[in-house]
């Protein structure tokens, strides 16, 4: 009895030491600095056209974990190597889901792509497929001779131009070389024969962008947002775009539906089968909804990301005829007389690889990374990140951290000279494709994009500003997105050599 007693003593202790530390813990520690709020807006008032620079601005007044309110959504903002570590490495498993969104919702047939899926099963096991399928090495290399073809044709347009001594307009061009190759290895089909190669579809995969990454009213006032969403017209754009994205997967389906059996099979093959095979993800069957959704996923994920990257990289050198001439003598010295230089042969140009990981820091794709949800309460600098927080990474921001980079706002690709930092999330102050469990799966596949791309513009031609234009007049600012265009298309004359 007496036993007994003593047990029931222990357990009752237990019970309310353990009550006491949660009380305790909740109340010690807080949230993070916050600017000032205002009623119903919360701090949406402080967000400009471009997030990642007002956010950016913020952080350098209220530090480097920031508390904001979106309407009734709570945001944590991180924007230093230390702080993205905690939450990206430290703490992944407890904000690794992805935030329901309107846009993200309505693109993604109710999230069941990778990128905006909830850290689920079916995530976990569409995530683990693509890599193994799309995504690997083997592959990346298997879509060598696509490549080639598409840069080949690149080329030829870009003489022609350069013969007539007429700018190029190097946004489009680079935008259409990745479409063919993205179209092409992942869907089989040449960017020609699709819809996408029509005037309306065009701007396709930028409104997208734009959309995704724009602020909707949906978000931040569940009940009555949508009116306003009416409102703006962002409902009507996000319907359309949706619908247009809709045709080209049917399209995309279609083709693959008539095409006959001998031809090599392909990604969307592949999904294909699984939805005919009723195949379970998750806990649910795979649909032709679940097809589309990846095929979105790719087409939006895939396209403008390298292409963005090689732009700014084009358009910093271009505005710095030293180092344009620096990255093309390194290229000319070993492979000069080559007609086209090889994804392998890639690898040996130090110097390039510098130039790219420069651009990475100053010009990140996609600058605050796709929003995180806090599943489970966790600690940064001693703040609390509470559950069902929005949490976003300022990479733009943390690119131009002081105490991380010397001469921040510099274009010093040297700076990569003898240093171990790459771009694979484990250095947290070189973070273009994120880091943790949902960094970007295409992380090879991309950098050889961007590298293959690069190389052989830059050994083939030399590049001129147009005629009357100085260095000083290229222009560097941003397009708002979820990805970061270059606001004003880059205009070059391709001279061949
Ligand atoms: C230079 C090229 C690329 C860059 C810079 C890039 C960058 C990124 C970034 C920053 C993220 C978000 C990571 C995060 O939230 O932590 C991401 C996610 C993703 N990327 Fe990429 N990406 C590139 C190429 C590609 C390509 C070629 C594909 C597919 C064909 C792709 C597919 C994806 C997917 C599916 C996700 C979502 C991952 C998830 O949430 O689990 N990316 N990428």
């Known amino acids: 009895m007496a036993i007994s007693l003593y047990l029931l003593y222990l357990l009752v202790l237990t019970l309310v030491s353990i009550i006491f530390l949660k009380l305790f813990k909740q109340s010690n520690s807080k949230l993070p600095p916050s600017p000032p709020t205002l009623p119903i807006i919360g701090n949406l008032h402080q967000l400009g056209e471009l997030p990642h620079q007002s956010l950016w601005r913020l952080s350098k007044k209220y530090g480097p974990v920031i508390f904001m309110k979106l309407g009734t959504v709570p945001m944590i903002v991180v924007s230093t190597p230390d702080t993205a570590k905690q939450a990206l490495r430290v703490f992944d498993l407890n904000c690794c889901s992805r935030p329901s969104l309107a846009g993200s919702r309505k693109l993604s047939y109710n999230y069941k792509d990778i990128a905006f899926s909830p850290f689920d099963d079916y995530w976990k096991e569409i995530r683990k497929l693509s890599v193994q399928e799309l995504f690997n090495i083997k592959r990346i290399h298997s879509i060598q001779p696509i490549k080639y073809e598409e840069m080949r044709k690149l080329m030829t347009s870009l003489a022609e131009s350069g013969a007539k001594k007429s700018p190029v307009n190097m946004s489009e061009k680079l935008l259409s070389l990745t479409a063919g190759v993205v179209c092409r290895a992942s869907f089989g089909v040449s960017f020609q024969d699709t819809v996408l190669d029509s005037e309306r579809f065009n701007e396709l995969v930028p409104e997208a962008l734009e959309i995704l990454g724009s602020f909707s009213a949906s978000d ?96 910093e050198l271009s505005r710095n005829p030293r180092l344009m001439r620096k ?76 105490d991380a980079w010397k001469d ?33 799966p295409a992380i090879y596949m991309g950098t050889k994009m961007v590298e293959f791309g690069l190389v052989n513009l830059l050994n083939r031609f030399d590049w001129e500003l147009p005629e009357g234009m100085k260095c000083e007049d290229v222009k ?20 061949k050599r």
Not at 337 to 356: A, H, N, Q, R
Not at 476 to 495: F, Q, R, S
């Open 220 to 315: 931040f006032y569940p009940y009555i947002g949508w009116i306003l969403d009416r409102f703006t017209g962002l409902h009507k754009r996000r319907e359309r775009s949706a619908q247009d994205l809709d045709a080209f997967c049917e399209q995309m389906i279609d083709l693959h539906l008539k095409k006959g059996k001998e031809e090599n099979e392909d990604f969307v093959d592949l999904l294909m089968k699984l939805e005919k095979e009723k195949v379970v993800l998750g806990q649910a069957k795979f649909t032709t909804n679940n097809i589309k959704a990846l095929l979105i996923n790719i087409l939006l994920a895939g396209i403008d990301t390298s292409a963005i990257t090689m732009t700014w990289a084009m358009a």
């Open 327 to 402: 990255v093309q003598s390194e290229i000319r010295e070993k492979y000069g007389d080559k007609e086209l230089i090889s994804l392998e042969e890639t690898e040996e140009l130090e110097y390039m690889k510098m130039v790219i990981k420069e651009t990475w820091r100053l010009h990140p794709t996609t600058p605050l990374l796709l929003p995180r949800q806090v599943m489970t309460e966790f600690e940064i600098d001693g703040y609390k990140i509470p559950v069902n927080t929005r949490l976003q990474v300022n990479v733009w921001a943390i690119g131009r951290d002081p």
């Open 408 to 440: 921040p706002e510099e274009f010093i690709p040297e700076r990569f000279m003898d240093s171990n930092i790459n771009v694979k999330g484990q250095n947290f102050e070189l973070l273009p494709f994120g880091s943790g469990r949902r960094m970007c």
């Open 476 to 495: 560097m600012e941003e397009a708002p997105g979820l990805t970061i265009y270059k606001k004003h298309d880059l205009l070059l004359v391709p001279v």
